[in-house]
C-alpha cells in the first residue's frame, strides 16, 4: 500500500510554455499533498504544501503565480509551472500523507512520487 | 523554523563495515524522525522511523538512535553491501498545528552520499 505515482516522468519544454505535473495517492486518501523540488546533488527543497480543498501554503521564496497548485481531490494534486524558464529545469517530487486519525500505518508518514524531471531549453 | 544538519555530506566504506550517519534538529517540539535512502534519479523511499517517545529502533540491518535531549539521531547501517549505495536523508517533522487537524512539515538534512565498496 501507499503508492503514490506521477506523471509525466520527465519533460522537456521551450522556455515561455506551461507545463503541469500530476501527483495521484492511488490506494489511500491523502489529505496533504507536499510539492518539493530537487536540484542535483542538493536535497529536497519543499515548495508548497497543500491540503485538499483548501489554497496551497507556499514556502518563502516560491513564487504562488509561477507555481500554481491544485488539490481538488483527495487522491489528485498538480503543479503547474507556468512561462517556464531554463532556471525552472529540476527534478521536481511530490509526496502524499494522511491526516491525524486516518487509517493507515504511520500516519505522519510521507510517501513520494517517482519525480518529474523536467528541461527547459 | 526547524533547521536539519546532516553530516558527514560523503561516506565511503567497505562492504561488511558499518556505516554511521548523524544528524542534529534544532526545534525541540518535532517528534517524528524519517530516514530516506535515495538512488540517482529515483524516489525517496522511506527505510526506517522513529517517533520521539523511543530511544532506538532496528530492522535488520538498519538501527536508527534518538537522543531528544541532545536533538541528534543517527543512522547505523551494519554489514553493509554495494547495493547500500546512494543518498541518505534524515528529516524532522515539525510540531503540527494548534488545532491538531494536521501534522507539520518535514524539513530534510542535506544529504549523505554512502559509497560501499566491493
Known amino acids: 500500500g501507499a503508492v503514490v505515482s506521477q506523471h509525466p516522468s520527465w519533460v522537456i519544454c521551450k522556455s515561455g510554455t506551461s507545463v503541469k505535473i500530476e501527483c495521484r495517492s492511488l490506494?489511500?486518501?491523502?489529505?496533504?499533498m507536499f510539492w518539493y523540488r530537487q536540484f542535483p546533488k542538493q536535497s529536497l527543497m519543499l515548495m508548497a504544501t497543500?491540503?485538499?480543498?483548501?489554497?496551497?501554503?507556499?514556502e518563502q521564496g516560491v513564487e504562488k503565480d509561477k507555481f500554481l497548485i491544485n488539490h481538488a481531490s483527495l487522491t489528485l494534486s498538480t503543479l503547474t509551472v507556468t512561462s517556464a524558464h531554463p532556471e525552472d529545469s529540476s527534478f521536481y517530487i511530490c509526496?502524499?500523507?494522511?491526516?491525524?486519525?486516518?487509517?493507515?500505518?504511520?500516519?505522519?508518514?510521507?510517501?513520494f512520487g517517482p519525480g518529474t524531471r523536467l528541461l527547459v531549453l | 523554523g526547524e533547521n536539519v544538519e546532516q553530516h558527514p555530506s560523503t561516506l565511503s566504506v567497505q562492504e561488511g563495515d558499518s556505516a554511521v550517519i548523524k544528524c542534529t534538529y534544532s526545534?525541540?517540539?518535532?517528534?517524528?524522525f524519517p530516514w530516506y535512502k535515495q538512488e540517482l534519479g529515483k524516489r525517496p523511499q522511506l527505510i526506517i522511523d522513529?517517533?520521539?517517545?523511543?530511544g532506538e529502533k532496528k530492522d535488520q540491518r538498519i538501527a536508527v538512535t534518538l537522543n531528544k535531549t541532545a536533538k541528534h539521531f543517527s543512522l547505523h547501517i551494519t554489514e553493509t553491501q554495494p547495493e547500500d549505495s546512494a543518498v541518505y536523508f534524515c528529516?524532522?517533522?515539525?510540531?503540527?498545528?494548534?488545532?491538531?487537524?494536521?501534522?507539520?512539515?518535514?524539513?530534510f538534512g542535506q544529504g549523505t552520499i554512502l559509497t560501499v565498496h566491493p
Open positions: 509526496s502524499a500523507r494522511t491526516a491525524p486519525g486516518q487509517k493507515g500505518s504511520g500516519q505522519e508518514t510521507q510517501y
Open positions: 490506494d489511500f486518501q491523502a489529505t496533504t
Open positions: 497543500s491540503n485538499e480543498g483548501s489554497k496551497a501554503t507556499y
Open positions: 526545534d525541540s517540539a518535532s517528534n517524528y
Open positions: 522513529i517517533r520521539s517517545n523511543v
Open positions: 528529516a524532522a517533522l515539525s510540531a503540527a498545528n494548534a488545532g491538531g487537524t494536521s501534522y507539520g512539515k518535514l524539513t
